[in-house]
């Protein structure tokens, strides 16, 4: 299980996954944790994405 943003179609959700809303919760605080010195394109490119998915600048 894991909790995430809304998904519409979209979003490109795996056809054997599904997602469950869940309504009454509070916004929480999302934390993306790598290695200390990680140089890896794909972290870099997927804190990138993550940070425009969460500010609305995509």
Known sequence: MAVGPLLDDATGLHPGLSTVPLRGIAPSQVVLVTRTGDRSRLVAAF???????LTGTM
């Open 47 to 53: 804190r990138r994405h993550a940070g425009a998915l």
